[in-house]
Nanobody, 119 residues
Framework: QVQLVEPGGGLVQVGDLLRLSCAAS????????MAWFRQAPGKGREFVAR????????EYADSLKDRFTIPKDNVKNTLSLKMNILEPEDTGLYYCAAGLRNRRDYDFWGQGTQVTVSS
């Protein structure tokens, strides 16, 4: 089992920056891949970014790659999401996820943290 806890989130203004974090515990040595997803009100879950837990290779949603980065800290077992120049469309529930099998499937999810961008 891997436990994922996401403190942070909150209410910000358009153009602000915000950093989300995700703390992993449990079978962290088995993690292959971690990612962030988000879900806007009334919409389905959307991929934001992923990172190889050991190799550090990254992948971003095309529409977000110029504003978001996904740093990690393997010593502290934390995953972050740095979000710049926030827009109202970035409002949603942000989830971190961990995969133990491959680079595409995710086995464990955090509880989600709310980000609201106010204009």
């Amino acid at each position: 089992q891997v436990q994922l806890v996401e403190p942070g989130g909150g209410l910000v203004q358009v153009g602000d920056l915000l950093r989300l974090s995700c703390a992993a515990s449990g079978r962290t040595l088995s993690i292959i891949n971690m990612a962030w997803f988000r879900q806007a009100p009334g919409k389905g879950r959307e991929f934001v970014a992923r990172i190889g837990w050991t190799g550090g290779d990254t992948e971003y949603a095309d529409s977000l790659k110029d504003r978001f980065t996904i740093p990690k800290d393997n010593v502290k077992n934390t995953l972050s999401l740095k979000m710049n120049i926030l827009e109202p469309e970035d409002t949603g529930l942000y989830y971190c996820a961990a995969g133990l099998r491959n680079r595409r499937d995710y086995d464990f999810w955090g509880q989600g943290t709310q980000v609201t961008v106010s204009s």
